[in-house]
Structure formats: C-alpha cells, structure tokens
C-alpha cells in the first residue's frame, strides 16, 4: 500500500475545482485528434470471451466460468494469476508497435498500465505482481515509452487500477484462490461494487497513480468509469493538481480523460465509450473504441470493424471538437493480429492523403450535414447506419480554409447544402474548391441550394473524401 501521503507539487494547480478549471487541453492533443489505445495483459493468455475473463471466470454460470473449469480445471488449483507465467511476450517488440502505430498516422499512444485485473504492466514499487518481475519480465510502459517518443508521438497510459476494489469478488463466493491469503495483495480486496472505497485503498490507488506519471512522464492519463465514485472526488482533484503541476514543471502539455461524470466539465478532458455525440460540444472530448466491436483484449474470434466504418467515427467526432482513441489488442506473445495492422495502414493511408482536413483543424459553424443519424452516448458507434455520399462533415483552418468532407462517395456531382449561396452560414465568397489526392482543376457553383462540386470519374483514395474550399 501507500508508503507516505501524496504531496501536490508546486506549480499554478490547487487541488480545487477552481483552480483546475485554469487548466486546458494541450496543442499536441487538440491538434492531433487521432491515437491509439493498447489493451494487453495476462487475460489475452485464455484469448476467451474478452478482457474481463479474469472477472467473469470466477462469476459462477457465466460462459467464461464453464470455459475455465472445462479447459483449466477447479479454481482452487488454477486461478487467475496462473495465467501469468504463460504470459510470456517472448515476441514482444516496443520498436515494432511504435511502427505500425506511426504508419496508422496516430499522435499519441496510450497502453493500459494497470487493467482492473490488478497486473501492472510497468515496474512498480508497490506490487510483485507487475511485468518486470512476473511474465513478461520487462518495462513493457518503459519500452514502449522509448520507442513511441522516438517516432514523435506523445506518450500516455490508462489505470484502471479503481476497479480492482471489486473486480474479483466473484471468487469469494465458492471455493477458490481469490480467498487464498498468500494471493490477497493481487487479487485485492475483492468487496461488493456497493461498498465503497476505504482511505487506504485510496491512498494507494493515487500513489499508483502518481508513480506511472513520474516514472514515465506520461502526458495523458485515461480513467476508466468508476472513479465517479463520491469517495474519489478529493483524490480526484488532489491527483488532477498533481498531474498538471507536473506537465507545468516539465514543460509538456498534460491531460487526464474521465467518464460520466467524474471530473466537472472544463476541468479535464471528458471520453466516451465505444460513442459519441450527436451534435457539436464546446469543449473538446474524446471517444475511445476499438477495431473490434466484442472485446478490447485479444480473444480467439475477434469480431472486426471496417477501415470504412472507423474513418467514418474519426472525421464525425472531429468535426464535433473530438479526438479518436483507437484501440488495438495484441496477443499474449505479443505480437499485433494482422487484421489490427492491415486496418490501420488502412487509417494511415487515408490519413496520408486527407490529413490536412483532420490535424491542426478546429470545428465550423456547424459540425455537417446529411441524412445518417449519429446516436449519442455509450455503446453506440455500432448502432448507426452506414454513412452515404450525401452525409458531409466540416472542419476548418483559420478564416479562410475550410474542409467539407463526403463520407460516402455521391457519384459525378457532390452537393454541399451548407454552402448555399442564400444560406448566411458562410457570407464569404468560395475562391477555389478542390479535392485532396486529385491533382485535377474542379468545375464547380455556388447555387441556392448547395455549393455543387463536379467530381473526378475515379475516387482518389478510399472511405471518405475531403473537398479543400478556399474561402
């Protein structure tokens, strides 16, 4: 646990709600709009169901608890934690991951250090149970720190480590390991999601906390659901002072990423799950997903995502202020799937051609048009229809450039309805209209009805498609 309380360091930040509205989000965030999430722990070793096996193999009845008495045997003799020695990342490569992410066109890259299983994938001081001592036996945050720095991008990581309260309670109920003392610091204290949090879990959950940020100088730290909890609301605040004194001190622009309601608006940056919005926000948000829709770790039948439907979320919860967190989930020999990889070249590649209407980029005046419903919250990006050629996102840069993007291919002739020429949506004159990939000069109108754009008879990259409009 905690050895001493936690100190704020100095710098402009109190731990107070006030004091942390001052705080906002840095430019290679806001700018950078795309990374990449990284789900990988012990709990790929099964590869069954998703990356909660270690919870639901001890929640009797459940598919994942049949799974694990069938395949593995009694969980007295063949608990969670005996998967770690299996997890041995004998191909893990820090240098290969920072590749592939670096050619999908991301700018920042975020690995689970902790997930509510309790495994740290870092070196910590707090635990044995942690990467550089058990399975992999190595930094696997550090190396991938090095090598993602290296390429440009910013660094970031997740904890879940607010869970892990509960997370395996299951195994109290029967006979099992969890209730084996010898196991208490990994499996945790195991309580009822109804109880809260103790002081000393608390103070240990924001030393953790505080040691990923000082160890690897993490820039963005992600919280998953739970901190919402009333007891984290002081943690909350003196960790969100903490960070930030840090990223001043440091001279690097620091985020933090929460869900619901955890952090007050304007405070830190609020994400949804597998999500988004139907209408633009005034401040900047994220959404995190993953490229497949029935697990964010490995699993055997991993159920995938098109590149088409992912560029479709990436330029919408753009032009809406956001920015995507893509997950991908490696194998536990740590190697990427090639269907992870093979989409995001797709990404990058798109990016490539189109990525001057997505970086750098702030939202119009209104964030598109067309007839494709976005449904808002959690656990909706799989809910909504196919984009068509008629559904146009925009995105601007400065006074004079502004981005209207198809997100579907309309044929010969592209109408954007927003630019009518009776509309006071944009009063200042259209000067050029051209499309990103085509070196071709287009004919085009400014009508009452739309600004009418004559298309090249051949699309010039896939997915989407990014009219450059000089204004």
């Known amino acids: 646990m905690a050895r001493k309380p936690i100190e704020t360091p100095n710098g402009p930040f109190e731990a107070t709600w006030e004091s942390l509205l001052d705080h906002r989000p840095p430019q290679w965030y806001v700018d950078g709009k795309f990374g990449i999430f990284v789900h990988w722990g012990p709990y790929c070793v099964p590869a069954f169901g998703n990356e909660w096996y270690p919870r639901q193999m001890y929640l009797q009845g459940t598919p994942e608890f049949e799974h694990h008495l069938k395949t593995y045997g009694p969980h007295k003799e063949f608990g969670y934690k005996d998967f770690i020695p299996r997890f041995r990342a004998q191909r893990f490569s820090a240098e290969a991951w920072a590749e592939v992410f670096a050619k999908s066109g991301a700018r920042f890259v975020v690995p689970v250090a902790e997930h509510h299983d309790g495994f740290a994938m870092y070196d910590s001081s707090f635990s044995q149970w942690c990467a550089t ?48 003392p010898r196991y208490a610091d990994f499996y945790g204290p195991a309580k009822p999601d109804s109880v809260q949090p103790n002081q000393v879990f608390l103070e240990d959950w924001l030393a953790r906390t505080c040691e990923i940020v000082d160890k690897y100088r993490t820039q963005l730290i992600w919280f998953d659901w739970w901190i919402e909890q009333p007891v984290f609301k002081p943690y909350l605040r003196r960790f969100a002072a903490y960070l930030y004194n840090r990223g001043w001190e440091w001279d690097l622009g620091v985020a933090i990423n929460y869900k619901n309601d955890a952090y007050p608006p304007g405070t830190a940056v609020w994400d949804i799950e597998r999500g988004g919005l139907s209408s633009m926000h005034p401040f900047f948000w994220q959404t995190d997903t993953a490229v497949a829709k029935n697990s964010w770790g490995y699993v055997d039948g991993m159920d995938y995502k098109t590149p088409t439907h992912i560029i479709g979320d990436l330029v919408d ?65 799989t809910k909504r229809a196919g984009y068509t050629g008629q559904d146009v996102r925009f995105t601007s840069r400065g ?61 010039p990259c896939d997915h989407a498609y990014a009219l450059k409009i000089t204004l």
């Open 133 to 180: 001592r058990m399975g992999p036996k190595r930094d696997v945050l550090g190396e991938l720190a090095e090598a993602v720095r290296a390429r440009g991008m910013v660094f970031g990581a997740s904890t879940h480590r607010a869970e892990h309260w509960w997370f395996m309670n299951g195994g109290m109920a029967f006979e099992s390991d969890v209730q084996d």
């Open 317 to 381: 919860i753009v032009s809406k202020n956001g920015a995507l967190l893509l997950n991908v989930g490696p194998r536990a020999d740590g190697t990427i799937p090639q269907e992870d990889q093979r989409i995001l070249r797709s990404i990058g590649s798109w990016l490539r051609v189109n990525g001057e209407a997505i970086y750098g980029t702030r939202p119009w005046r209104v964030y598109g048009e067309g007839p494709t419903q976005v449904l808002e919250g959690h656990f909706t990006d």
């Open 399 to 459: 006074r004079s450039l502004l981005y209207a993007i198809l997100l579907g291919w309309p044929g010969e002739i592209a109408t954007v309805r927003s630019l009518g020429a009776d509309l006071r949506l944009c009063e200042r004159p259209v000067r050029e209209v051209r499309l990103l990939g085509c070196r071709h000069r287009l004919e085009w109108e400014r009508r009452p009805e739309g600004l009418r754009v004559r298309l090249p008879a051949k699309p």
